[in-house]
């Protein structure tokens, strides 16, 4: 088994962490940490960690200047309640970047929007494709 952990930096470990358990609805690991985070799956798979800026020395987290976040990264997270995911994201922003629609690409729905420190992040839905294909799950 092969497993990635994607590890973005962020302004604000603590906040960050609660906007992605809202929004995800998941759980953490490092509770109250300052420095970094693991946002779990309800198995127990990470999904994302968090890291601060500035801290251990590594080089691609040393700084948010003078590049924006989240540049040339796109953060896709597949669900399986959709429809609760689109409410939870709705209670963390005041509009989606990208309001639920159907991606002929995955034949599958998807929404976008901004976490607090402006990585673009879109949310699909895993399981049956509306339109009778493969879902996303099953794209090969």
Sequence with gaps: MKRIWPIIAVNDVRASSAWYQ??????????????????????????LCLHRWDDDQHPSLMTSQPGAPGKGLLL???????????ARARSLVAQLDEEPHLNPNTRA??????????YFVTVSAFGADPTGGPSAGEAG
């Design 22 to 47: 809202t929004l995800l609805g998941c759980a953490n690991n490092h509770y109250d940490s300052a420095d970094f985070d693991q946002i779990l799956d309800a198995d127990g798979t990470i999904l």
């Design 76 to 86: 896709f997270f597949c669900v399986d309640d959709f429809e609760a995911a689109t």
């Design 109 to 118: 729905l998807e929404f976008s929007l901004r976490d607090p420190d402006g």
